[in-house]
């Protein structure tokens, strides 16, 4: 990452968009998109030729797809941005314990000033990659999914959420005192 990405993920508190992610991460909302088509057109056509049988499954199918798409496109709009974080008195040294602490399986320490941590994978998840950004008492924190040529996962369902819970607590614990966001 460079020193301009990352003061641009310092102002505007997400990752750059890059033309690799419409193929690795956004195509992925295509999928609820069509189920939410599929409902649609079930729903307009049973009630355009009044079968009355298939505005149930209809309605099932169309529900199904709203909520694919919300959870989906939330998922991954999570993955793109960073959360802030303020914690009193904030150190390099804090900081860099409380990821040692939260037990990554590779943690690196970037001369521009930032943290890569990942984890190992698991059955419901090929890896994270968390991301950790020092800004004065700020810390930006971002965990998402490693995509690399031999695994493709979008979105996880709570594992990036627990990633950034867990490195939170253990700076937490290693400053004692809250944080806000």
Do not use: C, H
């Amino acid at each position: 990452m460079t020193n301009k990405e990352l003061e641009d993920i310092k102002r505007t508190k997400k990752w750059p968009t890059k033309f690799s992610d419409f193929y690795s991460r956004f195509f992925f909302i295509l999928f609820p998109l069509a189920i939410l088509a599929i409902g649609y057109i079930m729903l307009n056509s049973s009630f355009k030729n009044s079968i009355e049988e298939l505005r149930i499954p209809a309605f099932v199918v169309t529900t199904i797809g709203i909520f694919l798409t919300l959870f989906t496109g939330k998922r991954l709009w999570q993955n793109q941005t960073f959360e802030s974080f303020e914690v009193e008195d904030l150190t390099f040294e804090k900081l860099d314990k409380a990821i040692k602490k939260a037990n990554f399986e590779t943690t690196n320490f970037y001369k521009s000033g930032y943290f890569i941590a990942k984890t190992k994978t698991s059955w419901f998840s090929w890896g994270e990659e968390i991301t950790i950004i020092q800004d004065g008492n700020r810390i930006l924190v971002n965990s998402r999914p490693t995509v690399s040529a031999f695994s493709f996962q979008p979105i996880t369902i709570l594992k990036d959420r627990r990633n950034i819970k867990k490195i939170i607590m253990e700076l937490n614990t290693a400053t004692n005192s809250g944080y806000q966001l």
